[in-house]
Every structure is written in structure tokens, then in C-alpha cells.
């Protein structure tokens, strides 16, 4: 637990000083009955609700400017491309980013991972060249490899993962070789929470292997700081909709030599600099990866949803959620047919478990029934699921506004189920 000494020279706990239950007051959703119940919403892996500020920003670009970008033809085009650049920028500052234009706006994680797999690895491998993909990926991370690698002739193998979840990095050290030209591993894992030790994994990566890293960030932003350039990695990829921004928007970050060699992925309006019949030119970064008019108010939610989150004392943020971990964990305690599902030495916001003899879809629709938000099945992580020979988890995430209450509410509600069931 972190602390910080106060004035009077007195050591107070940052929990004390961060309160959920103040970050509550900005989410209008959470303040609802659902099945006749208060609403405890545990499925942030899945979305994050957005706070009032998020919402006014959509509200106030609708009714007060409105306009498409980059067009430079009146006011309110100008207001709009100015609060979209900046929306930009913000993203590159939450990232480190070395450049502004190294930041792609994109309609997510998927649209993100698809985009390198299609401009960067179509032209970058070719048969007998290897793909890393670890085990614990959403499907996000796995599907658009396969087809890279069905288009080249490249292989896709799958990184192991120990028995707690962790990517195991002795086999790891075993798979790097010069044929290997990329690895593709998330910063946090959707289904089980294991964070993965990317500052000890890139450089072992970048010591035996030309690969380029691709790390797919979804899970992590909302929870930790992420310095791109730190990291090292090549490739970083995230969804506005759980870093408590909108559906719809989302965005790559590229290192600037990759992307400047990586040719265009989609056709159409924004990414050209001159279209004839003799030839088309590309425009330049980012633009040449955005074809056609862009989410742009999605954009400057994104930005606004950014700014709640810096905010906030981010260590304390770390706290409260490893706080809402360590308590189910000792509530779980009382539950001898629940099993946690996954162990690793780090694990972000992610309670993750089965209770014997009981279908994770039952349990999801009994704790739905008691106003207990979980989401239940295979996360889109099939093959983390295969490795522990499971069909699925109950998943019960959490984030900045869930507070020791809703972890109380989560296991009162499973005792009812064990009833039940
Ligand atoms: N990568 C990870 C690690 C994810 O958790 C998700 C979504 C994605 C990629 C895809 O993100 P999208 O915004 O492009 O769809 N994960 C989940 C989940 O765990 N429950 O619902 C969606």
C-alpha cells in the first residue's frame, strides 16, 4: 500500500486519500435498480462506464459544433479539426509517444492489431518466417496473425503459459530465433488479469529476435501508466470504451519509422495527398491510415475521458483496485467450491473463477438476477481456456468507482447461488 505524509507530518494511507465512492457521484449509470437490486457493475473488462464529463463533451460537440474535419471551410470545421488534433495529442502524451502523428485513430483494439496485420505484416513476411503469439490473448491478437500468416507463409506459435497464468518465460527464451519477426502479447489479460512483465519480455525478445512487439494494451490503460517509449515496444494498442471513452474510437500507436514504411491499409477520402487515374499519392502520417471522415467526436470524448483519468492520483487508483483484489480473495476464502482461475505473480482488476459444479453462464444469470453485473463464458480467450481445460469463467472486474460494497454484494449474491444451484 502506498502512503503519502501529510502536513501535520502524519503517514496516511492514498486509499484514504482516493475515494470511490466520490468517483461514483460522476457516473450517472451506476445509480440505478437493476432487477429490483442496485446496480454493482463488475464487467469493466468488458466496457467502463463513462463519467458526466465524457457524456457533456459528446453533448456539447452535437449541439455546438459539429463538422467535419480537415476541411477548413467555416468556423465550426475549424472548432472540430482543432478539438480533434488535440484529442490526438492528449492520446500521445498519455502514451509517451515520441510523436503526435505516431498516434492512428482507429475503431478500437481490433481495428488497431488488424491494421498492422495487414499493412505492416502482408508486406513484411513471408513463408518460413515465425509469429509469437502468446496463449493468453483475445482473439484480437490471435485471428488477424493467422491470416497474415495464411496470406505469407509465415507460422504462427503460441507462446506458453504457466500454470498461473503467467507467460512462461523459460519456454519463451526456448522459441526466440532469427526467424521470428513478430511477437503479439497483451500488457494485461482480458480473462484472467495477469500482467505480463513486458520490460523483462521485450528486451528478451529484442536481443534474439529481429521481431517487431506488438502489444495489445486494451486492459491496461485504465489501470496503469504506460510509457510506450520506456517500453520499447513497436506497436501499442488500445480501446476508448474501457478507458471510460465512448464506443467506436480507439487508436495505434506506431513507432514512426514503421509506420512511414507501412503502406496504406484502406482506400478513400483523408489519406490521399492527390488522387488521378495516372497514379494516387498517399498523404502522411496519421493520415495515411485514416480513410474517410474519422469518429471524431468519439475522439474528443476519448481525450476528455483521458483527462478524468490523469486527474486522478493514479498510484492510488493501483491501491484501491489491488484493495478490491486482496478482499474477494479473502471473501473467496469462505467459498470452498469457488476456484480462482488463474494465479500469475501480477494481476490488474480481474477476479476470475469457477464454482464446482455450477455453469458460469447459471451463475452469471443468478448474480444478474441480484442486480451483480458479471460477464461469464470464454472472454473471447479460448485458447487460456483450453490451456486450463475449462469452458469458461465467471468474471467479476473492476475499476475506479467499485468500492469494498460491491465486492461485499458480489459474494453475498454467489452465496445465494451455491443455494440455487
Ligand atoms: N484485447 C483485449 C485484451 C481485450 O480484452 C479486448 C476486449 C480486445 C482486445 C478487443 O477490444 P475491442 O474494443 O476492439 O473489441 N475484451 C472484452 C472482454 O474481455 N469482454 O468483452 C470484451
Known amino acids: 500500500m502506498s502512503s503519502v505524509v501529510n502536513k501535520a507530518g502524519e503517514t496516511n494511507s492514498v486509499e484514504k486519500a482516493f475515494s470511490a465512492e466520490d468517483i461514483r457521484k460522476d457516473f450517472p449509470i451506476l445509480h440505478q435498480q437493476v432487477n429490483g437490486h442496485p446496480l454493482v457493475y463488475l464487467d469493466n473488462a468488458a466496457t467502463t462506464q463513462k463519467p458526466q464529463a465524457v457524456i457533456d463533451t459528446l453533448t456539447t460537440y452535437y449541439t455546438q459544433y ?54 505492416w505484416a502482408r508486406h513484411n513476411l513471408k513463408a518460413g518466417d515465425q509469429l509469437l503469439v502468446s496463449w493468453l490473448e483475445h482473439h484480437s491478437n490471435i485471428v488477424p496473425w493467422q491470416m497474415a500468416a495464411e496470406a505469407s507463409g509465415a507460422e504462427v506459435i503460441g507462446m506458453p503459459v504457466t500454470e498461473a497464468g503467467d507467460i512462461d518465460l523459460a519456454a519463451l527464451k526456448e522459441l526466440l530465433n532469427p526467424r521470428v519477426k513478430l511477437v503479439a502479447l497483451n500488457h494485461v489479460s482480458n480473462a484472467l488479469g495477469t500482467v505480463n512483465p513486458l520490460e523483462d519480455i521485450i528486451p528478451l525478445v529484442k536481443a534474439e529476435t529481429p521481431a517487431v512487439v506488438m502489444v495489445d494494451g486494451a486492459q491496461a490503460l485504465a489501470h496503469y501508466p504506460v510509457d510506450v517509449q520506456k517500453l520499447a515496444c513497436d506497436f501499442y494498442a488500445f480501446s476508448g470504451h474501457k478507458l471510460f471513452g465512448p464506443t467506436g474510437i480507439g487508436a495505434l500507436w506506431g513507432r514512426e519509422d514503421l509506420l512511414e514504411a507501412m503502406p496504406p491499409w484502406q482506400g478513400g477520402g483523408e489519406m490521399i495527398e492527390r488522387v488521378s487515374f495516372a497514379g ?59 476456484h480462482k482461475i488463474g494465479t500469475a505473480k501480477k494481476v490488474a482488476a480481474v477476479f ?12 452469471g444469470m443468478l448474480l444478474d438476477q441480484q442486480g451483480v453485473a458479471v460477464r461469464t463464458g470464454h472472454h473471447c480467450a479460448q485458447p487460456i481456456m483450453e490451456r486450463f481445460g475449462i469452458p469458461g469463467t465467471v468474471r467479476a472486474s473492476y475499476s475506479i468507482y467499485n468500492t469494498r460494497d460491491d465486492v461485499k454484494r458480489l459474494f453475498s449474491a454467489l452465496e445465494k447461488v451455491q443455494g440455487f444451484l
Not at 91 to 111: M, P, Q, S
Not at 307 to 330: F, M, P, T
Not at 353 to 360: Q, T, V, Y
Open 352 to 363: 476470475s473463477f469457477n464454482l464446482d459444479g455450477a455453469h458460469p453462464a447459471d451463475v
Open 66 to 119: 459539429n463538422s467535419n474535419v480537415h476541411r477548413g471551410a467555416h468556423a465550426l470545421s475549424d472548432r472540430a479539426t482543432v478539438a480533434f488534433e488535440n484529442a490526438r495529442k492528449t492520446v500521445a502524451g498519455f502514451l509517451n509517444a515520441n510523436k503526435v502523428e505516431e498516434v492512428i485513430w482507429t475503431r478500437g483494439t481490433t481495428e488497431a492489431i488488424n491494421l498492422v496485420a495487414y499493412s
Open 280 to 338: 494516387t499519392t498517399f498523404n502522411t502520417l496519421p493520415f495515411k491510415f485514416e480513410a474517410g471522415t474519422p469518429d471524431i467526436a468519439g475522439a474528443i470524448a476519448q481525450a476528455a475521458a483521458i483527462d478524468y483519468l490523469q486527474a486522478l492520483d493514479r498510484e492510488a487508483v493501483i491501491a484501491h483496485e489491488n484493495e478490491l483484489l486482496a478482499y474477494s480473495l479473502e471473501l473467496a476464502q469462505g467459498f470452498p467450491r469457488l
